[in-house]
Structure formats: C-alpha cells, structure tokens
C-alpha cells in the first residue's frame, strides 16, 4: 500500500497518488483499487485520507452554504440569483417577506431589484433541482454597502485560516467587516475606504501565496506594514 | 511541383522536414493564455498553431439542450480563413462540423459527466495555422484548457498520429505526408488509465501495419504527455516561485 507523492507535491488530473489500504478524499477518485487525482492542486495525506487542494475549482452548492450573489430576474413570486456556480438560485417571495405573499399587494422590485446584492444561505439544493435561497436569519439580507471581491472557491478555508485566526486578524487589525461566501465572494466593509483597501489587499495575497508555508507572518507583517505610514504624518503636522 | 518524383524518406529514413521514422515533431504547451476564458492553452506542435479556450459548467444556453442527468459537452473546431494556404470560408464545414463531434467523443471519457447534470461545458479550438494532425494537437490543448478551468477530470487526454509514408509506418504526418502518404492513424489516449478514448484510420494498412502504427503513437502519446503535465504544472509553478523571491 504504497503512495506515490510527496507532501504538498503539485499533481495535475489523472496522476497517481496511493494504492491500497489509503481513503480518497478532496478532489480525488478511486480506479480499479487506485487512487488518482482529478484536478490540479496540491496533494496531501491525513492519516489514512488523500486530499487534493485544489488550484482551480468552481462552486458546488452545499446545505448550510452562507454565499454572496446578485438578484438578475425578478419573477412572480421570487427573485433568479446569481450564485457565481454552474447553477442559478432561486430566492423566494414568501421567504423575504415576513407575511403571506401576494402578488397582487406586493411589488417584488421594490424589495429586491435585479442588480442588488444579497448575503444568503442555502436553504436546499439537489442534483435534481436548482438551490433554493433563504435570507430569514441574522445577518442576511441586501447588502448595502462595502467592496467585493472575488476569488477561487477553493481558497475560501486558506482565508478563513486554522480555526478563524486568519479572517479574525484581518479583521482585528482593519477594523473591517468580512463576510466570507463560500461561493468566493467576499464582502468588505470598513469605516474608511482606505481601511477597506487594505483587507482587500491581504485577501489578495492570500488569494496568491495560499499554497506557501509561513503566509500568516507575511499576513501580519502586511497588515502593519500598511497600518504604519498614517502615523509620520501626524508627526510632521 | 514534382511531388511524385521526390521521396517523401529518403534513403537513410529521414523525413522530408528532418525528421527521423519515429520522431515528434517539437512541441511548445502554455496553459491559461485567455483571461477571459474558464481555461485555456496554446500548443504548437511543429507547424500547427491552436488556441483552445473552455468554459464552465454553467447553465446550458439553449436550455433544451441539457440534459436532466448529466454535463453536456460541447466542442467546437474551427478553422481560422487565414490558418492554410488558400484561404478558408470561415463557415463551420463538413469536415469541421466532424472533427467537432470526434474531439468532443475523445474527451467526453475523461470527464465526471454524470457529477454536474443539468450544466454545460463548452471547448472552443481555433486553427490559427494548420500542418497536418490539427485534431490530434487540437485534442491535446482542449484537455489542458478543461483541466485549467477546474473541471474535474479523470485523466488528461492526448492525441498524436501515426501512418504509412512510402511503405513505412512513421510517427506524427505533417501536411505533405498526410495528403501524399498512404495511410493516417490518429490516437486519443488517456496515459494513466491506459485507455484509447479516439482510433481513426484513413487509408489502407495491413494488419500488422495498423498494431505497428497504434503502438507507435501511444509511445508518441506518452512523450507528449510529459510535456503536456509540465505545460499545465508550470503555470501554477511560476505563482510558487515568486512566493520563494518574496521570501528570500
């Protein structure tokens, strides 16, 4: 029961990786007892489990799944929204509202307008059908204001960081608000349009360094790196 | 010309570019050159130059044409009116409209269809210069595009060609052979599985010319693979090397 990598080794689809008494996990299948990888990324064991991490991936929708999409259609009883995944969701009328709809009484445009961004959860979804969207809990709902971004899904659990301590430090050290979508994209909303920039910075960096070692130091380094220059100025005044 | 009169090997085996019986011709691979695209990759194999582009999964368009169980994939060859001698009608043609139909059939095998129904894929390949074995390379960048895009793969798939040129079984036709050669074998492969996703013959092969010409371009196949591997690794690569300057 060999294996046929070395940690963080970069595999592209179809590369061996473990035969025998090893469990595909990420981003791998098994063949004929065979493990391989099926998409570019970087390879990894967890005692008996393989795990690709993916380089390059798009967002499959998930249960539970807090995401950041853009209203596109106003319909009948609900609104099309667009999930930045293989499949468009569907947010409904009667979810928003918090009484009975109808479509006689209520102008859905005036609540949710095509363009307008909103922070929801994936209320269900299915192979067989496209995901439903809920916005009835704390924290969801349109967003108003603040800066998007967007990055490969992938890299959502890199920024989140071991337990949150990476998100928790951006946050911490920007005064920032960061709302994480599972989907790739990320709300920022700060105080300062500057403060805003730099957490948008490090998101970035993250984005880029995300399969290096020793990113967190060059994180906090970043952070006070850009936190500084205010202060000669105040001295000069 | 007097195409008749001059040998297509001459007396010592070697080919009318220089080449030898079994020899590739070079092969340059770049991974991720569209930033528009989902994925994308350029090849030149010898005098062909391909640009393939992919896209997805997304919502099929039109809607009628997904399908309620699985991914569709959708291939496009196309021939820029520039990429051959006389100029081409830039209109999809007969042959383009078939080549269209075997390279989606050559990569449809590697791919997890039934994972993602109810989407679409979609592979743009665009000629830009043709030299003989433009499907073959063309199936090469489209495998790369789709793995740049994040779809999940089973394995890469690659293409190359053998055939029979003034009684001989030669590796990888380039245009003259291909018109003037008696015989063309192109091969899809998948390396790692070990499994022939395309096998076409055009032309007149004995039996054991025809194992010869197969075994001969999956040899061919596995040294192109090697490239291919490294053209799609060295694009994530240069992104870890920068890491390393910053660092020192």
């Known amino acids: 029961m060999p294996t046929f990598f070395e940690k963080k080794q970069l595999v592209t689809p179809g590369e061996l990786l473990a035969e025998g008494d090893y469990l595909p996990g990420e981003n791998t299948f098994v063949e004929n007892g065979k493990i391989y990888a099926e998409r570019i990324g970087l390879v990894d064991s967890d005692n008996k489990k393989v795990n690709v991490v993916a380089l390059r991936a798009f967002y499959v929708p998930k249960m539970g799944d807090i995401i950041i999409g853009t209203v596109t259609e106003v319909g009948f009883n609900g609104w099309t929204v667009d999930i930045k995944s293989p499949y468009t969701a569907m947010l409904r009328a009667s979810d928003v509202l918090s009484r009975p709809f109808k479509p006689q009484n209520d102008e859905l445009s005036a609540v949710l307008n095509a363009g307008d961004l909103i922070v929801a959860k994936i209320a269900s979804y299915d192979r067989a059908h496209d995901p ?40 911490q050290e920007t005064n920032c608000q960061i709302i994480l979508g599972l989907n790739g994209v990320i709300l920022v909303t700060g105080k300062t349009p500057e403060e805003e920039e730099v957490a948008i910075q490090a998101i970035r960096k993250i984005e880029e360094e995300s399969h290096t070692s020793g990113l967190t130091d060059r994180i906090t380094q970043l952070l006070k790196e850009k936190k500084q220059p205010p202060q000669p100025e105040e001295t000069q005044q | 010309m007097n195409e008749k009169t001059e040998k297509l090997i001459d007396k010592k085996g070697i080919r009318g570019d220089g080449r030898k019986v079994d020899e590739l011709r070079p092969l340059k691979l770049q991974v991720g050159v569209l930033p528009n695209a989902d994925g994308s990759a350029y090849i030149e194999h010898g005098k062909n130059k391909i640009l393939a582009a992919a896209y997805g999964p997304r919502e099929m368009h039109p809607k009628h044409l997904a399908q309620a169980d699985r991914m569709v994939l959708r291939a496009r060859y196309h021939m820029a009116p520039f990429s051959v001698q006389e100029r081409k009608s830039p209109a999809p043609s007969r042959r383009e409209v078939e080549l269209s139909k075997v390279i989606k059939e050559s990569l449809e095998p590697a791919l ?35 793995a740049d895009a994040g779809v999940p793969m089973r394995d890469l798939v690659v293409a190359c060609a053998a055939g029979k040129v003034e009684d001989q079984v030669v590796l990888d036709l380039y245009d003259a052979e291909d018109k003037l050669g008696s015989a063309d074998v192109p091969v899809a492969y998948m ?46 690569m240069v992104v870890k090397e920068t890491d390393k300057e910053i660092e020192e």
Request: hydrophobic residues 45%; positive net charge.
């Open chain 1, 132 to 171: 439903q969207l809920t916005v009835g809990e704390p924290g969801l709902g349109k967003i108003t204001r603040g800066q998007l971004l967007r990055v490969t899904p992938t890299k959502i659990p890199r920024i989140i960081g071991r337990k949150g301590s990476m998100i928790s430090m951006i946050k």
């Open chain 2, 112 to 146: 997890f269809l039934e994972l993602y129904p109810r989407t679409g894929v979609d592979v743009f390949i665009e000629v830009l210069q043709a030299d003989g074995g433009t499907r073959c390379a063309s199936i090469t960048a489209a495998a790369l595009a789709i």
């Open chain 2, 191 to 236: 390396p790692n599985l070990n499994a022939i996703t395309l096998l076409q013959m055009d032309g007149i092969l004995a039996p054991a010319e025809f194992e010869k010409a197969v075994s001969m371009a999956m040899d061919g196949c596995k040294k192109i693979y090697e490239i291919q591997k490294e053209a799609l690794k060295t694009k994530y």
